[in-house]
Protein backbone atom coordinates (compact mmCIF):
# COMPACT_ATOMS: atom_id res chain seq x y z
CA UNK A 1 0.00 0.00 0.00
CA UNK A 2 3.14 2.67 0.71
CA UNK A 3 4.29 1.89 -2.46
CA UNK A 4 0.57 3.16 -4.41
CA UNK A 5 0.82 6.42 -2.24
CA UNK A 6 4.32 7.16 -2.81
CA UNK A 7 3.48 6.41 -6.67
CA UNK A 8 0.37 8.69 -6.35
CA UNK A 9 2.55 11.44 -4.95
CA UNK A 10 4.96 11.42 -7.41
CA UNK A 11 2.19 11.13 -10.48
CA UNK A 12 0.86 14.61 -8.61
CA UNK A 13 3.95 16.58 -8.08
CA UNK A 14 6.00 16.21 -11.60
CA UNK A 15 2.68 17.40 -13.37
CA UNK A 16 2.43 20.53 -10.99
CA UNK A 17 6.61 21.45 -11.26
CA UNK A 18 5.91 21.25 -14.89
CA UNK A 19 3.43 23.78 -15.02
CA UNK A 20 5.39 25.78 -12.51
CA UNK A 21 8.61 25.80 -14.87
CA UNK A 22 6.36 26.23 -17.83
CA UNK A 23 4.33 29.20 -16.25
CA UNK A 24 7.59 31.13 -15.48
CA UNK A 25 9.36 30.65 -18.22
CA UNK A 26 6.18 32.13 -19.98
CA UNK A 27 6.15 35.04 -17.71
CA UNK A 28 10.07 35.52 -17.58
CA UNK A 29 9.97 35.75 -21.40
CA UNK A 30 6.81 38.03 -21.79
CA UNK A 31 8.48 40.35 -19.28
CA UNK A 32 11.80 41.00 -21.32
CA UNK A 33 9.73 41.23 -24.86
CA UNK A 34 9.38 44.31 -26.46
CA UNK A 35 5.79 45.31 -26.24
CA UNK A 36 5.32 45.86 -29.73
CA UNK A 37 6.49 42.48 -30.23
CA UNK A 38 4.55 40.74 -27.91
CA UNK A 39 1.49 42.83 -29.14
CA UNK A 40 2.19 41.66 -32.58
CA UNK A 41 2.60 38.11 -31.39
CA UNK A 42 -1.12 38.07 -29.80
CA UNK A 43 -2.49 39.81 -32.60
CA UNK A 44 -1.41 37.32 -34.99
CA UNK A 45 -2.77 34.49 -32.71
CA UNK A 46 -6.22 36.23 -32.44
CA UNK A 47 -6.36 36.18 -36.06
CA UNK A 48 -5.33 32.52 -36.65
CA UNK A 49 -7.87 31.40 -34.21
CA UNK A 50 -10.54 33.66 -36.27
CA UNK A 51 -11.08 35.65 -32.55
CA UNK A 52 -12.28 39.14 -34.17
CA UNK A 53 -9.57 41.84 -33.16
CA UNK A 54 -10.78 44.82 -34.55
Do not use: E, W, Y
Not at 18 to 40: K, P
Request: proline share 4%.
Amino acid sequence: MTALVQTAAKSTVLPFVAAMVLGLGIVTIAGHVQASALHDAAHDVRHATGFPCH
